[in-house]
T-cell receptor, first 116, second 115 residues
């Protein structure tokens, strides 16, 4: 596609429910990032993939959060036993390069998760 | 831990006014610096970036930013704003020495330009 695509656009979950958020990066982009953006805050780093390898998961807030990118393209962020504090916009971003730190990130529009 | 501070949370300007948004970071080592913008209803997009060389960098739509290492600052400027500049602006920093590609973002500044 033309840009990074995320689905669903909105997700409402009951506390304790498991959710799965999907990210389709730009075709051919090697690197994929997940960020969490709470209301009124800037994005906070969660995890990073280079192709199918998860090279950095230091930002995942708890073991309830799990991300995968099994074929090096589409990625899924899974949150188990959701809590109210998980309510946020989850952003996915991709870049064509595999190693540069000064590159431009291409962001998706995000998934807004509300946990009731 | 590294932090990025954007002291102006909400700025209201009239068209043609000059703009300066502050950004300070707490880390003393070599950094890459970015400004991202989010227009209403749109995704985050890169406005400009600094990674080396001339500390005054120019971006899209007439924006520029100046890296002042001694002040740990990377302020965003535009001489004359337009109504279409209404958006949220985020400063972001990447530490070069960690080998990590994570960006640390500030909390954002909401700019409202009145016609």
């Amino acid at each position: 596609g033309a840009g990074v695509s995320q689905s669903p656009r909105y997700k409402v979950a009951k506390r304790g429910q498991d959710v799965a958020l999907r990210c389709d990066p730009i075709s051919g982009h090697v690197s994929l990032f997940w960020y969490q953006q709470a209301l009124g805050q800037g994005p906070e780093f969660l995890t990073y993939f280079q192709n199918e390898a998860q090279l950095d998961k230091s930002g995942l807030p708890s073991d309830r959060f799990f991300a995968e990118r099994p074929e090096g393209s589409v990625s899924t962020l899974k949150i188990q036993r959701t809590q109210q504090e998980d309510s946020a916009v989850y952003l996915c971003a991709s870049t064509p390069q595999g190693s540069a730190t000064n590159e431009k990130l291409f962001f998706g529009s995000g998934t807004q998760l509300s946990v009731l | 831990a590294q932090s990025v501070s954007q002291h102006n949370h909400h700025v209201i300007l009239s068209e043609a006014a000059s703009l300066e948004l502050g950004c300070n970071y707490s880390y003393g080592g070599t950094v890459n610096l970015f400004w991202y913008v989010q227009y209403p209803g749109q995704h985050l997009q890169l406005l400009l970036k600094y990674f080396s060389g001339d500390p005054l960098v120019k971006g899209i739509k007439g924006f520029e930013a100046e890296f002042i290492k001694s002040k740990f600052s990377f302020n965003l400027r535009k001489p004359s704003v337009q109504w279409s500049d209404t958006a949220e602006y985020f400063c972001a920093v990447n530490r070069m020495d960690t080998g990590r590609r994570a960006l640390t973002f500030g909390s954002g500044t909401r700019l409202q330009v009145q016609p």
